[in-house]
């Protein structure tokens, strides 16, 4: 059957990717690895610049093996198809990814998963972006802002839940998504979840234009 098809979920440790594994899930699809890219000195997420021992630490709360893979920017293509292909050896056969509306980024996903011969599974795509933080908040996951542009918001915005009074605040001018890199989440709770990740400790800091949390101590708790 289709949906017991074995696949991986590339993995941010925020809202889309979250969101898109959930309903991977929800459909039937076997999600056996998160697939995360982390910087080449392997302490930070390639994408949203968190803690790589964070982003494990939530894979753990979930219970999905995470597979973190070293990559530089220009090196990511190569060292990505390495990775599913080593993951095909386990009987992967697709990769769930968070897409929305950005055409590049789907059309990458398309030619790079038919190259090492898996199937692309974007469940978020096409539908519109309110709604997909709606169903995000309604399904009952907990999410913070842990980067924003500061072209779009201040400092006070770090550290916020993403909540329907979030989805109200926000500016009008950015994608709701923020699906241009305006602000990025990282989630902590949720229906994939069997523990919770709590934030314990973290700092603002500015850099290039852009306000960070930066979080230097959590741990996993109990639901």
């Given at each position: 059957?289709?949906?017991?098809?074995?696949?991986?979920?590339?993995?941010?440790?925020?809202?889309?990717?979250?969101?898109?594994?959930?309903?991977?899930?929800?459909?039937?699809?076997?999600?056996?690895?998160?697939?995360?890219?982390?910087?080449?000195?392997?302490?930070?997420?390639?994408?949203?610049?968190?803690?790589?021992?964070?982003?494990?630490?939530?894979?753990?709360?979930?219970?999905?093996?995470?597979?973190?893979?070293?990559?530089?920017?220009?090196?990511?293509?190569?060292?990505?198809?390495?990775?599913?292909?080593?993951?095909?050896?386990?009987?992967?056969?697709?990769?769930?990814?968070?897409?929305?509306?950005?055409?590049?980024?789907?059309?990458?996903?398309?030619?790079?998963?038919?190259?090492?011969?898996?199937?692309?599974?974007?469940?978020?795509?096409?539908?519109?972006?309110?709604?997909?933080?709606?169903?995000?908040?309604?399904?009952?996951?907990?999410?913070?802002?842990?980067?924003?542009?500061?072209?779009?918001?201040?400092?006070?915005?770090?550290?916020?839940?993403?909540?329907?009074?979030?989805?109200?605040?926000?500016?009008?001018?950015?994608?709701?998504?923020?699906?241009?890199?305006?602000?990025?989440?990282?989630?902590?709770?949720?229906?994939?979840?069997?523990?919770?990740?709590?934030?314990?400790?973290?700092?603002?800091?500015f850099k290039d234009g852009?306000?960070?949390?930066?979080?230097?101590?959590?741990?996993?708790?109990?639901?």
């Open positions: 059957m289709k949906s017991r098809m074995k696949v991986f979920s590339s993995w941010s440790g925020g809202k889309e990717s979250c969101l898109a594994c959930y309903k991977a899930l929800s459909n039937g699809f076997d999600v056996s690895y998160l697939l995360n890219f982390i910087s080449e000195d392997g302490t930070r997420s390639r994408a949203h610049g968190i803690s790589s021992d964070l982003i494990a630490l939530q894979a753990r709360a979930i219970g999905i093996p995470i597979i973190q893979v070293k990559s530089s920017w220009e090196g990511y293509e190569a060292k990505f198809k390495e990775a599913v292909e080593e993951l095909k050896k386990g009987g992967v056969k697709g990769g769930v990814f968070g897409d929305i509306d950005l055409q590049e980024h789907k059309e990458w996903v398309v030619r790079v998963c038919s190259e090492v011969d898996v199937e692309s599974i974007e469940p978020l795509w096409g539908k519109d972006p309110l709604e997909i933080l709606k169903e995000f908040v309604n399904a009952g996951f907990k999410a913070m802002v842990i980067k924003v542009k500061a072209d779009f918001f201040d400092e006070e915005w770090l550290g916020r839940e993403l909540d329907e009074q979030f989805i109200k605040d926000l500016p009008e001018e950015i994608h709701p998504c923020g699906e241009h890199g305006e602000y990025h989440t990282f989630v902590v709770d949720g229906p994939i979840f069997q523990r919770r990740i709590e934030i314990i400790k973290s700092d603002k800091k852009t306000w960070l949390l930066d979080i230097s101590e959590y741990k996993m708790c109990e639901k």
